[in-house]
């Protein structure tokens, strides 16, 4: 399946159909991880102004800003979201709770009924688009003929 993506470059239609792939995500679940993915990605929106929402991997919301912020993954019993660079964030909530073992990614498992610390989870959003921003090649200026 082809990957949707979103970004300033996108023509208005394929921008529209990431946001309504993962609007139709969370209406399809209608349940808990429905409303916590939509409650997760009001917080992201929040967090970090102007992100770009994009469809990968058959089915991911993916955020992301100059690269990946993080994943919004669905499954049975938790809704996951994985941080690409992870392991190289301050974590001092300790939201991290998956993944913890390997050298660059990290996760955060929320289960049903688990409190969500908003003010920590945007703190984390921040940092890892910062991270992105300090990573990402700055453009090179164009000459005029």
């Known amino acids: 399946m082809p990957t949707t993506t979103t970004s300033p470059t996108t023509e208005a239609a394929g921008a529209v159909d990431a946001a309504a792939m993962i ?7 209608g349940d808990w991880r429905g409303e ?7 917080l992201m929106k929040e ?3 102007g992100v770009e929402e994009t469809w990968k991997w058959r089915g ?3 955020w992301e800003r100059n690269g990946q912020i993080c994943t919004g993954e669905t499954y049975k019993e938790v809704v996951k979201m994985t941080f690409a660079k992870g392991a190289k964030l301050a974590d001092p909530a300790r939201l991290f709770n998956s993944s913890l073992d390997g050298n660059v990614r990290r996760a955060i ?7 969500v610390d908003e003010q920590a989870l945007k703190a ?8 992105n921003d300090a990573a990402a090649k700055p453009k090179k200026a164009t000459r005029a003929a």
């Open 23 to 29: 609007d139709a995500r969370i209406a399809e679940l």
């Open 36 to 42: 916590m993915l939509a409650r997760l990605r009001r």
């Open 47 to 49: 967090a970090v102004p």
């Open 60 to 62: 991911t919301p993916v």
């Open 109 to 115: 498992d929320i289960r049903q009924g688990d409190p």
């Open 124 to 131: 984390l959003f921040k940092a890892a688009a910062a991270l």
